[in-house]
């Protein structure tokens, strides 16, 4: 496994979202056949659906459950690291 995609999968969501786009991508057999800018691409757009104020994502973030809240930070924070890594090496 490369490690791109090695860091990619230590974010719950981004993983989810990836195993969506296999389900739905004819294109896509496994998570190898990212190319690293779809994982960046990717990892992007659910970091921004955690600060949508109408996304499931977002409730996480507003609930009052704290383990909710501990999930949802903990997903940003792998997130914008995941990013930060990745983003200056495309």
Known sequence: M???????L???ELA???RTWI???????NMDDFTP???IEEANAVLYF???GDSILN???ESDNLDDRK?????IKALKSFIKKYEVTL
Do not use: V
């Not at 490369?2 to 990619?8: G, T």
């Open 23 to 29: 389900e739905s991508d004819n294109k896509k057999q």
């Open 59 to 61: 409730d996480l973030l």
């Open 16 to 18: 989810h979202q990836l």
């Open 71 to 75: 999930h949802a930070r903990h997903e």
């Open 50 to 52: 955690f600060n949508q």
């Open 10 to 12: 230590k974010s719950y």
């Open 37 to 39: 800018a779809e994982l």
């Open 2 to 8: 490369k490690p791109i995609l090695k860091d990619a």
